[in-house]
């Protein structure tokens, strides 16, 4: 029996300790968790972006950047196998937000520890870090990294994991080849909401999209996209400057692809639901009425 999987709509709440923001999620309907974090993100008061745009072009001073297993990719759906062994996603735990920020490539929101990933055939249990954003000029040029059969979606969401045994640090699991597990899910403009499947998904061994590019991850790119409102994705290109209110808005932030691959598909469904999804929002009522958030389980929501 198929069962449908659906979301948890949740909202921010903001506290500040020792200057720094905490934003703790909380199961409300309707969903207000995504216009807080960009409304948050884009005061470049609170959160100056801190480096410069990398040029993608001269990524080849950095030896890992040319490697046999880089990402992103062009997934070929229809060479793409099914297998068996690839189980749901399951997260457990909550946290609270550590910070949100504009770091001047991107929107990145870290997440203190208590959140884990497993199942999927993964080698076991990893550490949820944080999670950010690609795009590429409002609504009308996408900008995700991956593509499917050639199509790039307006935006992706990437959520980074690592082993445990490396403590949440980013530079040590990037020396493992399976030190990293991350989450992609495709964002497109739509009106009408509908569920997001966490049992269809793309998996291959792949590499982190920025330098130092090292082939540490394992990828899991979920097959069906979050649809949200045009005029939420268009505020991350009109909103956003690389450093500074005055200086370039922050657009086209996503790397081109390496390949295309025959990415290994899980597409059958399951009794249970993995998260326990919901999307009851409307969005002819309210452009901002839209759920972004996948986890319900950073603290009680994800982005």
Known sequence: ????????????????????LQVSFQMLSPP???KSILMLTTSQSLFPALLSLTDEPNWSKYPNCSGTRQSPINIVSESAKPNNNLSEIH???????????????????????????????????????????????????????????GKRYPMELHIVNTMPIYNRNM???????????ALGFFIER?????NV????????????????????VVWTVFKEPIKVSKDLIDLFSTTLHFNDSTSQLMTN???SKS???????????????????????DAHNDPWLQCWFILSRFGAAAV
């Open 91 to 149: 997260f457990e735990n909550s946290s609270n937000i550590m910070s949100i920020k504009n770091n001047g490539e991107t929107v990145q929101v870290m997440l203190e520890s208590g959140v884990k990933i497993s199942g999927g055939n993964l080698s076991g249990e990893y550490d949820t870090v944080q999670f950010h954003f690609h795009w590429g000029n409002g609504s009308s040029v996408p900008g995700s990294e991956h593509t499917v059969d």
């Open 1 to 20: 029996m198929t069962r449908a999987v659906r979301l948890d709509c949740c909202r921010a709440e903001r506290k500040w300790k020792k200057d720094k």
């Open 32 to 34: 207000q968790g995504l």
């Open 253 to 255: 932030i996503y790397r």
């Open 190 to 194: 739509y009106n009408l909401l509908g």
């Open 259 to 281: 390949s295309d691959m025959a990415a290994g598909l899980r597409d059958s469904s399951h009794t249970g639901a993995v998260c326990g999804f919901n999307l009851p929002c």
């Open 197 to 216: 499947s966490l049992s269809k998904y793309y998996r291959y061994l792949g590499s982190l999209t920025t330098p130092l590019c090292n082939e540490a």
């Open 171 to 181: 530079t040590q699991a990037a020396e493992d080849p399976t030190g990293i597990a």
